[in-house]
């Protein structure tokens, strides 16, 4: 265990992981016929993770994905395809609520299979929207969020979105366009679900981030579905918000919300004066 830690913590390669390591340390346990139980692996799982985390340790942290550059994400994705438009909408919601990803999408497309049960609280489905005043024409969204990172308590957390218009980024309009495309069926419905049934999902966020960042011939290490998060609390610091509104908004239990935060030394300066 501490070899693998070590090598994680020393290697200098692109795109190192924790499931990489623990393939390859299961690859040379498996070629010297050794047998590793699920107990050993689930703890060389935890150290590795610990290691990760070492705010010394020097790494490939994902960049904020900041309203300039989210806008020209959307540029590539045509909201008059059906699919392209629930991209859009996922992409805007998660960036103005500061979403996490398992939030918003299931984790695996076993996940994906599993998901027409109504008992699935991980998954954020129709019901869980209210629009104020009313569904035709909505100034507001709340999304009620029943199980989170930081909430294990079985009790509604809220976060809500305003319509932003005449802007051009405008998460309320574009998940309206979203559902009016869609024939609803049932409140008790994912969100965001594909033309061919499919439930989003967060490979197909991170696959989406990649293409577009690929696109853009930005390094495509920096930015993954969390980086949605971090630029949504980046452009609200940067217009001002307390930091005590924040942490509300993001959800944080804890002063973690400040590595959310990433301001140039242009920002910085501008906000000391």
């Not at 103005?96 to 008992?119: D, T």
């Not at 293409?211 to 495509?220: I, V, Y």
Request: glycine share 4%; hydrophobic share 40%.
């Amino acid at each position: 265990m501490c070899y693998v830690a070590f090598r994680y913590l020393n290697s200098t390669a692109i795109g190192n992981t924790i499931s990489g390591e623990v393939s390859a340390i299961i690859s040379w346990h498996t070629d010297q016929r050794i047998f590793i139980d699920r107990t050993t692996m689930k703890t060389l799982k935890r150290v590795i993770d610990g290691v990760r985390k070492d705010p010394t340790r020097k790494s490939y942290t994902s960049k904020p994905i900041t309203n300039a550059l989210l806008a020209r994400f959307l540029s590539r994705l045509n909201g008059r395809y059906f699919d392209q438009q629930v991209m859009r909408a996922a992409l805007l919601l998660a960036h103005r609520a500061l979403l996490r990803c398992s939030e918003y999408a299931v984790l695996s497309q076993k996940a994906c299979e599993r998901i027409g049960s109504v008992s699935d609280a991980r998954t954020l489905r129709l019901r869980n929207l209210k629009f104020i005043p009313s569904f035709r024409t909505p100034r507001i969204v709340t999304i009620q969020l029943l199980v989170s990172k930081t909430n294990q308590t079985q009790k509604f957390e809220q976060c809500a979105i305003k319509c932003e218009c005449p802007k051009a980024l405008c998460a309320v309009c574009e998940l309206m366009k979203m559902l009016r495309m869609r024939k609803l069926k049932s409140l008790a419905e994912p969100l965001f679900r594909l033309a061919d049934g499919r439930v989003l999902s967060r490979h197909l966020v991170e696959n989406l981030i990649h293409n577009l960042a690929t696109d853009l011939k930005l390094d495509t290490r920096y930015y993954a579905p969390h980086s949605l998060r971090k630029g949504g609390a980046t452009e609200l610091k940067k217009r001002g918000v307390d930091d005590s509104i924040l942490r509300g908004i993001g959800r944080w239990k804890s002063d973690s919300m400040f590595l959310y935060i990433l301001l140039n030394a242009a920002e910085l300066a501008e906000a000391a004066y």
